[in-house]
C-alpha cells in the first residue's frame, strides 16, 4: 500500500515536468536563446574576419555559440565585427631561484564588439575582457604553452561575455 502512494506521488511529481528537444527535426542545434522578453536568435549574425590569433579564437567560440556549430548563416540579419588583444601582467613576486623572474602570471583578453544590422546602423557595441591566470616554468616550452592555454581560456570566457551582452542588448532593442 506504501509502496504505491509512494509511486503515485512520484509519477504526479513528473508529470509536471516539460522537455525541449535538444536537437531540430532536422538534426541541427537548437541555435536560440531564450529570454525573459522572448526569443533571440544569435544564428542571424554573421561575424567578420579575424586578424590575429586571438580574435579568431573568439570568433570561432562565437560562431559555436551562436549557431551551435553550424556555421556562419547565409543570409545573415546582422554583422558582428570584434577585435581581441591580449596582455600579461605578473600576478605574484614570489621568487622560486635568485633570477629574479614571477612564477605566476595573468593573461588578459579585451574584446570590443560593434553588430550592425543590415541597413549598417549599430545596433549595439560594447567591450569586455577577461583574465585567466597561469603559471609561469623555468623550461621556455613549458611556460609558452602554458600562456597560450591561459589566453585561450580567457579568449573563450570573453566570447561568451561578448554573447551574453549581445542578448541583452537585443532584447533591450526588441531586434
Known sequence: MMRGIT???????LSGCTVQP??????SVVARTVSNAGVVDLSRISISPARDRTTQDVRNHL?????GGAGEPAQADYDLAISARTS???AAAI?????QEPTSAVSTVTVQ???????GRVVAEGRTSSRAAFDVSRQQ???RRAQQDAQDRAAREAAEAVRLSLIRDLNRTGS
Request: proline share 0%; aromatic share 14%.
Open 7 to 13: 509511486l503515485a506521488a512520484i509519477l504526479i511529481a
Open 22 to 27: 535538444l536537437y531540430q527535426g532536422d538534426g
Open 63 to 67: 560562431i559555436f555559440l551562436f549557431s
Open 88 to 90: 600579461r601582467t605578473s
Open 95 to 99: 621568487q622560486r631561484s635568485r633570477e
Open 113 to 119: 564588439y560593434s553588430l550592425r544590422n543590415r541597413d
Open 141 to 143: 616550452f613549458a611556460a
